[in-house]
């Protein structure tokens, strides 16, 4: 049996109906689950957060400039979306489980072969390339895809639960990076840890992660019935639903719209982690005062992504926009931070911005698209835009070493977010053509 939102499969007793559910059905293994995923994501975070951190100790022993370390760190990002749509296919044909646990026991390896690194050739290949080929298979894709497919009535707040994971995880993480440097560790022991904890995370995957709910024979949302599931069905799904394939999702326009709406807000966040530690201790901003000021950023992440459940009673795309709107405006405004206060309003402005984006674009994606095509498009997207998040960094410092500035790469990166922003507001979905032909007869 198929319906109108994709589902085949198992439900547990009579398709006898029954409108939307009064209550959270605690029994189903997918509200059981989100716990240790988001656990697994928020931990798995660590390397991103750890490296900006760590540049200024790995440029002084290695003698790497910011051009080097931005390229680095550039390079990662590039081959994480580069390989974005193989493990879409990957998420698809194998499902979840397999692809964060092998995941992160490779990504390990990686992790400690950079705790060993001697020179720049070095961190590009075991940072930059090893890490940045398998490290995306533990992160963002396969926790939206967790959410994408469990949940459908509540798949904005399981995204914006699971992904707020990394905003909390963020100051906790950075402050253990300071007491680690504080008390006479230095950033080979910090990436020897990442690299111990991405196999516990590893075998945690393995063993708290399920595909999907009819792999355990419930359905999303733990619907007792198909017909209950898709009276759930939040109202702006559109036309089509999950009958979209991966094909034609990306030959829309509204696919390419969101590829521009998606740099603007991977990008900013992007080289404020990678930059935005040096460029506050060129403003004059101590050690401590820089992992407070960029943990505000990262906490205040994790409101925007709190505010992103509303995706669940608005329409995704308006929402992006707003988000958009503020992460431009602090991203300008960081170029500004001459001032502990104004430090904290653009970075403030950043992660709320940032986190509220983030929740409502992989939330927009799963709207127009549906779950069948969720993974495969949104790898795409990755990829697609991996080339922007790799030179962007690499740009920004290679702008510092030869003008003594981030004045011109910070204010292009915000006038593409706020470019991003004026899109995402005048998004619509998509429809089919047979869909478009049925409403005109």
């Not at 400039?65 to 979306?81: E, N, P, Y």
């Not at 992660?351 to 795409?380: C, E, K, V």
């Amino acid at each position: 049996m198929k319906t109108g939102i994709g589902d085949t499969g198992t439900g547990s007793g009579p398709d006898t109906g029954g409108g939307r559910f009064s209550r959270i059905n605690w029994g189903f293994y997918g509200w059981r689950m989100l716990p240790f995923a988001w656990l697994i994501y928020g931990l798995g975070a660590a390397p991103f957060y750890s490296w900006g951190y760590f540049a200024a100790g790995m440029n002084a022993e290695l003698g790497l400039t910011r051009a080097d370390s931005g390229l680095a760190f550039g390079v990662w990002t590039f081959f994480g979306g580069a390989v974005a749509p193989l493990i879409g296919v990957c998420l698809t044909r194998f499902g979840l489980r397999p692809v964060f646990t092998l995941g992160f026991f490779v990504v390990a390896g990686a992790y400690y072969l950079t705790s060993r690194a001697q020179d720049r050739w070095d961190v590009l290949l075991y940072f930059g390339l090893f890490a940045g080929l398998t490290h995306t298979f533990t992160t963002v894709l396969p926790t939206q895809t967790l959410a994408t497919n469990w949940f459908l009535r509540w798949r904005a707040s399981a995204l914006a639960f699971l992904l707020t994971a990394a905003g909390l995880m963020g100051p906790l993480i950075l402050r253990f990076d300071a007491v680690l440097l504080g008390r006479g560790g230095t950033w080979r022991d910090g990436w020897g840890l990442i690299a111990v904890l991405c196999c516990v995370l590893g075998a945690l995957s393995f063993l708290a992660i399920r595909n999907r709910p009819e792999a355990v024979g419930q359905l999303r949302d733990g619907a007792r019935t198909l017909t209950e599931l898709e009276a759930t069905a939040p109202r702006s799904e559109p036309a089509g639903g999950d009958h979209w394939t991966a094909v034609e999702a990306l030959r829309t326009p509204q696919f390419a719209l969101m590829v521009v709406c998606g740099l603007g807000y991977a990008v900013p966040w992007g080289v404020v982690n990678a930059h935005g530690g040096l460029h506050l201790r060129d403003l004059g901003f101590g050690d401590a005062p820089v992992a407070a000021l960029l943990g505000l950023m990262i906490l205040c992440s994790t409101g925007g992504r709190i505010a992103g459940a509303l995706g669940d009673l608005v329409r995704p795309p308006r929402l992006l926009g707003f988000a958009l709107a503020m992460e431009g405006a602090g991203m300008a405004l960081f170029l500004l931070a001459g001032s502990a206060w104004t430090a904290r309003v653009a970075l403030v402005l950043l992660g709320l911005g940032f986190g509220m984006a983030y929740i409502s674009q992989a939330a927009t994606f799963a709207s127009f698209f549906g779950r069948r095509a969720f993974a495969t498009t949104t790898g795409t997207r990755f990829a697609i835009g991996a080339p922007f998040g790799a030179l962007v960094p690499f740009l920004a410092g290679l702008a510092f070493d030869t003008w003594g500035s981030y004045a011109v790469p910070f204010l292009a990166i915000a006038t593409v977010t706020l470019t991003g922003s004026v899109v995402a507001f005048f998004l619509q979905p998509p429809r089919k053509k047979q869909d478009v032909a049925g409403q005109s007869r």
